[in-house]
T-cell receptor, first 117, second 110 residues
């Protein structure tokens, strides 16, 4: 299957700082990428839809000014957690679908574990 | 999005078939059923998807009832590495979004 890569795999940052997470589709172009967050022993929660060349669409309850999303190319989307706090510690996962139309499978990155201390 | 209902957990002996059920009684005619699994601390892995016909690939088989209100994912010969949380997802029509439910935690034992 297609490959989606996230970087970094894990990061520890101090409270109040910002952290950027990258999501790349390595062997296909993705007009749309998705960002999820997962707390321990819980399911994945969709945070936002990242659209290449336009603004991201955020799910209800997700602060767009705190979670900045940029999708500048067909192979790269970034999520920046601004002014991170310990409650932002979580597992962040991205996914991407190809440009081949609907009802194709989405591929997921390996996830980024963020710990805010 | 159509909601899915899955048992929270299941056990399966290694080498035996694992049959994971999913109810999606409110599914619409143009919505697909997708199955993903998540091994601990990894991103979800695509398994299979279908609309109304049964599907099979190298990983699993997907059996969808005629009325499409439920489906079963079959892992024909479970191994210890199949231990994971399995998610049944109905993909919203006209969107690439995948909304995850709580899934089934499958434990394969020796």
């Amino acid at each position: 299957g297609a490959v989606v890569s996230q970087h970094p795999s894990w990061v520890i940052c101090k409270s109040g700082t910002s952290v950027k997470i990258e999501c790349r589709s390595l062997d296909f172009q993705a007009t749309t990428m998705f960002w999820y967050r997962q707390f321990p022993k819980q399911s994945l929660m969709l945070m936002a839809t990242s659209n290449e060349g336009s603004k991201a669409t955020y799910e209800q309850g997700v602060e767009k000014d705190k979670f900045l999303i940029n999708h500048a190319s067909l192979t790269l989307s970034t999520l920046t957690v601004t002014s991170a706090h310990p409650e932002d510690s979580s597992f962040y996962i991205c996914s991407a679908s190809g440009t081949g139309g609907r009802n194709t499978e989405a591929f997921f990155g390996q996830g980024t574990r963020l710990t805010v201390v | 999005d159509a909601k899915t209902t899955q048992p929270p957990s299941m056990d399966c002996a290694e080498g035996r078939a694992a049959n994971l059920p999913c109810n999606h009684s409110t599914i619409s005619g143009n919505e697909y059923v997708y199955w993903y699994r998540q091994i601990h601390s990894q991103g979800p892995q695509y398994i299979i998807h279908g609309l109304k016909n049964n599907e099979t690939n190298e990983m699993a088989s997907l059996i969808i009832t005629e009325d499409r209100k439920s489906s079963t994912l079959i892992l024909p010969h479970a191994t210890l590495r199949d231990t994971a949380v399995y998610y049944c997802i109905v993909r919203a029509a006209g969107t690439d979004k995948l909304i995850f439910g709580t899934g089934t935690r499958l434990q394969v034992f020796p």
